[in-house]
C-alpha cells in the first residue's frame, strides 16, 4: 500500500511528547496493535462484524467517531476501537547519544544489526513504549530503544499544555531544596527552591516524593520531607489513657515514641516491633526509606508511602508511615503482620497481641571491592542496571542465586556478581551434604565464569568446572550438571528418598563454595535447595527434597550433562460440596498439567498425560455428591495418570483449568442436589457481590506514566460499569465507594463482612518502578498457614481464575495470571474475594488504554463476566 504523505503532524507529535490522544487528521495511516481484531459495520460493539484484521497490519484511516476509527485495507472497509491502532504519521527521530545499537527487536536480548550516532535520523513506524519501531535507510525495519533518542519536532509546531489539577500547596522547609525529574535522588537536578518556596502538587504521594507545577509549566519532583503543607494534616498523640498495651509473645513491649492516631488509625514505632521479631532494620536517609529483612522476608516501606511492599508485592495502608521525633511510626497491623505475626485487639484492656516467631536473624553483608559495579534487576549480567556501588560500599544480603547476591540498596532491590564483593558477618553456616567437608578456601576465584547462567543449559563449561542449572518447564523442574569431559558421578539417595547427592571427582565450582536454590509452587515446606560444595577437585551437588516426589535421573553423554527432574505430578486432590449442592473435585500440581477428558457411558476418564500420580491416594470416596468414588491411577512408558469419576447420578459436568495450568477444577453437578447443613437454612435468594473500587479521596492510588491520570479514577469507573452490568442480571450490588471519598482497606472489609455478601471483588490499576511492566493480574490469598482462608482456597482461586480469564480475553493484554498476595482486603474478608489489576497505570501505552471509555468498558465486562461465571457455577440452584 502506498502511504500519503500527511497534512498535518500536529496530533502525532502531541501523543508522542506528552502521550495525550486527541482526534486525528483524515487519511493517515495506523498499524494494527491487536492480535486478531474484530471490524465491524459501524463505530461501537453493538455492530456486525464484517471481518478480521491480524496484528501489525498497515492500514489507512478514513474516518472518527469517538473512540473508533473508519480503517480501509485492500480488502476490507469497516471501524476498530481506537486503542487497537497505533497511528504512524511518518514522524523523525534524532540519536541523541554516541554509539546506539539498532537491533532486530525491541530488547537488549535480540541481536544488534548496525550502531548510529549522533544526530542520526530515521523514520519512526511504531512507538512500542520504551522501544520505537524505524525504518532504515535500505528500508528494512529494526528497533532503538526510546530514551536515546528524540522525536523531530515539525517546524511552527508547538506541543499543547495540557490542564493539570492543583490537589494542594506545600511551603520548603529546608534552606535549598533539588528539584528532580523524577522521584528518586539518582534522577537529574532540574531546578533549585528556597525555603518559604509555596508550590502547587499535582500528585501524590510517590515513594515519599511530591510532583509539583512550576510557573513555567515544569512538573518536576520534591523530596516529601524537606515541606511541609499550608494546612497541615491533622496527627495527634494517643492519650495517656488510651495508649494500647503491646505484647509480643506474651511480653510487654515499651516505646521511646508514643502512639499517635491518624485519621483513626494508630501508628506505633516501626523499628522497635521489627527488631522485636527478630528481623534487621535499615534506614536510608537519601531516600527515606526503611528496609527490614528476616530470613527471606524483605520489607521495604518508603516514608509518605501507602504501598509497601513485602516480598516485592504491595501491602496497601489506610495511612502512611511518618517520622515523628526521629523515629518511624506506621500502622499498628501492619508492623504486627509484615513478618507473619498473628495480631489481635482488645478493644476493652486496650491491647495489642501479636504471637509469631521471634527468632533473631543473622544477616550476611558484602562489601564491594570493584572501584565501580552495576547493580542489576535480574542475576545476569544481561539484565539492566539500576544503580552503581563503588569501592567499599556495604549492603545487606537479602538471597543468592548462581554466584549473585540480591541486596537491598536505598529501599530497592538489586543483583551484584559475587566475584567484585567481599562476604562478612556470615554466622549462617551451610548444611553439609552427606558427611561431605564445607570449604574453608579463601576468597572466591575472580573470575566471570558463572555457575548458572540464568538456566543456560547450552553455556560453555571449562575444563575442571562444573556448570549447573535450574530452570521450570512445562514438563517439570530440572536441574542439569555439565562438564567438559562428562563426568559420571556417584548418586547416593538418603533419608528415604528425599535426599539425593551427586559426587563428582575431577571438578570444581567456579568460586568453590556456591549454593543455588529453586522452589516448587509457594508453600514454605515446598522449598528444594540445590546445594553445591567444592573442596580440592571434588565438587558435591545435593537436593534436599521436603517431600518425597517422583524424580527421575538421566545421562546426554552428548552434551556432557547429568540431569534430574522432578516431572510434574499431583500435590492434593481435594473435594467440596458447595451450598447450591454442586461438588467441586480440586486436583493440584507442581507444574502445568495437560488433561484430555473422555466420558463412557457413567465414567468420567480424565487423562493427566505426562502427570505422575505423586502424593495422591488411589482411590477417593466423595460426600454429598452422585459421584461415589474416584479411582487414581498411574500409567508409565508414557507417563500417564488417570483419574475414573463416577457420574452415575450426575446430570452434567464442567472442566476448568487456572490460568497458570497446574490447578484442574471438576465441577459435578448432581441431578438431586444435597444442600450442605451449613447451607440448609432459610437464605435470601438474591446473591450479593461486593464491588470494590480501590483507593479514593485523600489516597490517589498509582500516578499514571504521563502524571495526569490517577488509580482512583480510573478504579472508580469501571466499577460502577461493572455494577451496572451485574445489576442487569439481577445481582445485588454493594458499593464500597460510589465517588472519590476515602474509605479505610479495613472498613472495605468490614462492610463486606457485616453485609453478609457472597463475594468481594477489588478493582484496581497496577503501578510499576519499570515503564516497560505491562499487562493484567488477578489476586487471591488463601494460604495454608491460615486455616480460615484456606478453607476456600478452591473458591478464592476459582474466582480468580475465572475473572482473569474473562478480562483477559476481552481486553487482550498480557495474561499475567493468577497469584496469591497478602492484601488487607482479602485477608480480612470471610467470603472468597479477589483483587484485579486491569493494566499498568505506570506503561505508557497502558496508560492511554485506561484513559478511555472504550477500554474500561470492555474491561468491566470481562470483569462481571468472570463474576457471573462463577456465580452459576459455584452459587445458582
Do not use: C
Not at 495506523?30 to 471490524?39: H, P
Not at 492500514?59 to 497511528?87: P, R
Not at 511492599?309 to 511518618?322: F, H, I, S
Amino acid at each position: 500500500m502506498q502511504i500519503k504523505k500527511l497534512i498535518t503532524l500536529t496530533t502525532l507529535t502531541i501523543f508522542i511528547l506528552t502521550t495525550i490522544l486527541t482526534p486525528i487528521a483524515l487519511a493517515q495511516t495506523g498499524i494494527i496493535t491487536g492480535s486478531i481484531v474484530n471490524v465491524r459495520e459501524g463505530p461501537g460493539t453493538n455492530y456486525d462484524t464484517v471481518g478480521s484484521i491480524q496484528k501489525d497490519t498497515e492500514t489507512t484511516v478514513i474516518d472518527t467517531s469517538d473512540d473508533w476509527y473508519k480503517i480501509q485495507t485492500d480488502n476490507l472497509t469497516g471501524w476498530v476501537a481506537e486503542w487497537l491502532v497505533n497511528i504512524n504519521e511518518k514522524l523523525k527521530i534524532e540519536v541523541d547519544r554516541d554509539l546506539v545499537n539498532i537491533r532486530t527487536g525491541p530488547d537488549t536480548t535480540y541481536s544488534s544489526l548496525d550502531q548510529a550516532t549522533k544526530g542520526d535520523t530515521y523514520t519512526l513506524i511504531q512507538d512500542q513504549g520504551d522501544w520505537l519501531k524505524i525504518r532504515l535507510t535500505d528500508g528494512s525495519e529494526a528497533y532503538i530503544f526510546a530514551d536515546l533518542v528524540k522525536i523531530i519536532k515539525p517546524e511552527n509546531q508547538e506541543p499543547q499544555e495540557k490542564d493539570i489539577e492543583i490537589l494542594r500547596k506545600i511551603e520548603v522547609t529546608a534552606s535549598s531544596v533539588n528539584l528532580r525529574s523524577g522521584p528518586d535522588t539518582s534522577y537529574d537536578k532540574v531546578d533549585e527552591v528556597s525555603r518559604g518556596t509555596i508550590l502547587n502538587v499535582i500528585s501524590e504521594p510517590k515513594d515519599g516524593w511530591y510532583q509539583v507545577k512550576l510557573e513555567n509549566g515544569d512538573t518536576p519532583y520534591i523530596a516529601g520531607w524537606l515541606v511541609k503543607t499550608i494546612q497541615e494534616e491533622t496527627s495527634t498523640p494517643v492519650p495517656a489513657d488510651k495508649i494500647p498495651t503491646v505484647l509480643i509473645n506474651g511480653e510487654i513491649k515499651t516505646f521511646e515514641v508514643d502512639p499517635i492516631i491518624e485519621n483513626g488509625r494508630t501508628l506505633v514505632p516501626l523499628r522497635a516491633i521489627f527488631e522485636a521479631m527478630g528481623a534487621v532494620v535499615e534506614w536510608d536517609n537519601d531516600t527515606r526509606t526503611v528496609t527490614a529483612v528476616k530470613n527471606n522476608t524483605v520489607v521495604v516501606l518508603p516514608i509518605g508511602s501507602t504501598e509497601p511492599t513485602v516480598n516485592d508485592e504491595k501491602w496497601e495502608l489506610d495511612v502512611p508511615a511518618k517520622i515523628v521525633q526521629d523515629r518511624t511510626l506506621a500502622p499498628l497491623r501492619f508492623v504486627g503482620e509484615a513478618f507473619g505475626g498473628e495480631v489481635d485487639w482488645d478493644n476493652d484492656t486496650r491491647t495489642v497481641t501479636i504471637d509469631g516467631d521471634t527468632t533473631k536473624h543473622n544477616p550476611k553483608y558484602v562489601n564491594v571491592n570493584g572501584d565501580e559495579v552495576e547493580l542489576r534487576t535480574s542475576p545476569s549480567s544481561d539484565s539492566e542496571s539500576i544503580a552503581t556501588a563503588r569501592s567499599g560500599d556495604r549492603m545487606i544480603v537479602v538471597d543468592e542465586r548462581d554466584g549473585w547476591y540480591q541486596v537491598s540498596r536505598g529501599g530497592r532491590l538489586a543483583w551484584v556478581e559475587g566475584w567484585v564483593t567481599e562476604v562478612e558477618g556470615d554466622d549462617e553456616k551451610e548444611a553439609e551434604p552427606v558427611e561431605t567437608p564445607v570449604d574453608d578456601s579463601d576468597k572466591p576465584i575472580s573470575d566471570k565464569e558463572s555457575l548458572n547462567l540464568s538456566g543456560d543449559e547450552s553455556a560453555p563449561v571449562s575444563d575442571g568446572k562444573i556448570n549447573i542449572s535450574t530452570r521450570l518447564t512445562s514438563d517439570g523442574y530440572r536441574l542439569v550438571m555439565k562438564t567438559a569431559s562428562g563426568i559420571t558421578p556417584d548418586i547416593v539417595e538418603r533419608d528415604n528418598g528425599k535426599k539425593i547427592v551427586f559426587t563428582f571427582e575431577g571438578v570444581k565450582t567456579r568460586d568453590g563454595r556456591v549454593e543455588t536454590s529453586f522452589y516448587l509452587g509457594s508453600g514454605r515446606d515446598e522449598r528444594i535447595p540445590i546445594n553445591a560444595i567444592t573442596r580440592d577437585d571434588t565438587t558435591w551437588v545435593t537436593v534436599d527434597m521436603p517431600k518425597v516426589y517422583d524424580y527421575e535421573i538421566s545421562e546426554e553423554k552428548n552434551s556432557n550433562k547429568q540431569v534430574f527432574t522432578i516431572p510434574s505430578q499431583i500435590k492434593t486432590i481435594r473435594e467440596m460440596t458447595l451450598r447450591n449442592g454442586n461438588h467441586v473435585l480440586a486436583i493440584n500440581s507442581i507444574s502445568e498439567m495437560k488433561y484430555e477428558e473422555k466420558k463412557d457411558g457413567d465414567k468420567l476418564y480424565l487423562d493427566l498425560p505426562g502427570t505422575y500420580k505423586g502424593a495422591a491416594d488411589s482411590n477417593y470416596r466423595l460426600s454429598g455428591a452422585g459421584a461415589s468414588n474416584i479411582d487414581v491411577n498411574q500409567s508409565t512408558d508414557p507417563v500417564n495418570t488417570e483419574l475414573k469419576i463416577n457420574l452415575k447420578d450426575i446430570k452434567d459436568y464442567q472442566i476448568t483449568q487456572s490460568s497458570n495450568k497446574d490447578a484442574i477444577n471438576v465441577i459435578l453437578f448432581p441431578k438431586d442436589p444435597v444442600i450442605p447443613p451449613s447451607q440448609s437454612e432459610p437464605q435470601d435468594e438474591k446473591i450479593s457481590v461486593v464491588i470494590d473500587p480501590g483507593h479514593g479521596g485523600s489516597d490517589p492510588g498509582a500516578i499514571g506514566y504521563s502524571g495526569s491520570l490517577t488509580e482512583k479514577e480510573v478504579a472508580l469507573d469501571i466499577s460502577l460499569m461493572v455494577e451496572e452490568i451485574l445489576k442487569e442480571e439481577g445481582i445485588d450490588i454493594i458499593m464500597t465507594r460510589t465517588d472519590d471519598t476515602y474509605v479505610g482497606l479495613y472498613e472495605r472489609a468490614e462492610m463486606a463482612n457485616d453485609e453478609e455478601a457472597d463475594l468481594f471483588v477489588s478493582i484496581h490499576a497496577d503501578a510499576h518502578p519499570m515503564s516497560d511492566r505491562h499487562g493484567t493480574t488477578t489476586f487471591y490469598y488463601a494460604p495454608e498457614d491460615r486455616s480460615s482462608l484456606y478453607e476456600q482456597e478452591i473458591e478464592r482461586s476459582l474466582l480468580a481464575d475465572l475473572i482473569q480469564e474473562e478480562l483477559v480475553e476481552q481486553i487482550r493484554r498480557m495474561d499475567r495470571g493468577t497469584r496469591q498476595a497478602n492484601f488487607a482486603v482479602l485477608r480480612e474478608t470471610e467470603m472468597p474475594s479477589a483483587l484485579v489489576e486491569v493494566a499498568f497505570m505506570t506503561n505508557p501505552t497502558e496508560e492511554e488504554l485506561l484513559k478511555k471509555d472504550s477500554f474500561r468498558q470492555i474491561s468491566a465486562e470481562g470483569i462481571a463476566n468472570g463474576i457471573l461465571k462463577y456465580i452459576d457455577l459455584m452459587l445458582d440452584k
